[in-house]
T-cell receptor, first 114, second 112 residues
Framework: AQKVTQAQTEISVVEKEDVTLDCVYE???????LFWYKQPPSGELVFLIR??????QNEISGRYSWNFQKSTSSFNFTITASQVVDSAVYFC???????????FGAGTILRVKS | GAGVSQTPSNKVTEKGKYVELRCDPI?????LYWYRQSLGQGPEFLIY????????DSGLPNDRFFAVRPEGSVSTLKIQRTERGDSAVYLC??????????FGPGTRLTVL
């Protein structure tokens, strides 16, 4: 069975600090997808990134970066120079290679204080 | 273009009543998904459709829950004999050619 663990329930940082959100997953599949979603206070889940299991290259998009390490089954998310608008709940998710049934972690609440 | 829309945004009902929750996917998206999110938890998969047919309904908790997508676009999630434990946010998502699912704002269901 697939499982996603986000051990950090809540993180508080001061604006401009860097912050890393951890995600550890379990799957028996050799091919799969990993995702990160953001859920701001408005409630709507916003897609951030999709990574397939073949591609272990780290990715950077502006202040966001992702570190995928298959050896440790981790897909961590770093926000550089955090801003108050980054405050949200962040979810890591896993799917089989067909991209259908997403299995989500419990989420990490990020609070960025000014 | 319009995103995924869900109606109603909030639904309050009494225990034992029947409710219907509607989802309008992004135009042209063939796959449609329903998830349920309880307070403080991540979304949990309920069912997904490829076109008109339910391709995987393994997440439906019991036979009180049913979903349809008769014309391959709009979907309705139906809950019979609602229980207090059904209270949650019901999320709908759709997917086009890529592998990312785009979510709607959800319907908050409260069963009194």
């Amino acid at each position: 069975a697939q499982k996603v663990t986000q051990a950090q329930t809540e993180i508080s940082v001061v604006e401009k600090e860097d912050v890393t959100l951890d995600c550890v997953y379990e799957t028996r599949d050799t091919t799969y997808y990993l995702f990160w979603y953001k859920q701001p206070p408005s409630g709507e889940l916003v897609f951030l990134i999709r990574r397939n299991s073949f591609d272990e290259q780290n990715e950077i998009s502006g202040r966001y970066s992702w570190n995928f390490q298959k050896s440790t089954s981790s897909f961590n998310f770093t926000i550089t120079a955090s801003q108050v608008v980054d405050s949200a709940v962040y979810f890591c998710a896993l799917s089989e290679f067909d991209g259908n049934k997403l299995v989500f972690g419990a989420g990490t609440i990020l609070r960025v204080k000014s | 273009g319009a995103g995924v829309s869900q109606t109603p945004s909030n639904k309050v009902t009494e225990k034992g009543k029947y409710v219907e929750l509607r989802c309008d996917p992004i135009s042209g998206h063939t796959a449609l998904y329903w998830y349920r999110q309880s307070l403080g938890q991540g979304p949990e998969f309920l069912i997904y459709f490829q076109g008109t047919g339910a391709a995987d309904d393994s997440g439906l908790p019991n036979d009180r829950f049913f979903a349809v997508r008769p014309e391959g676009s709009v979907s309705t999630l139906k809950i019979q004999r609602t229980e207090r434990g059904d209270s949650a946010v019901y999320l709908c998502a759709s997917r086009g050619g890529g592998n990312e699912q785009f979510f709607g704002p959800g319907t908050r269901l409260t069963v009194l």
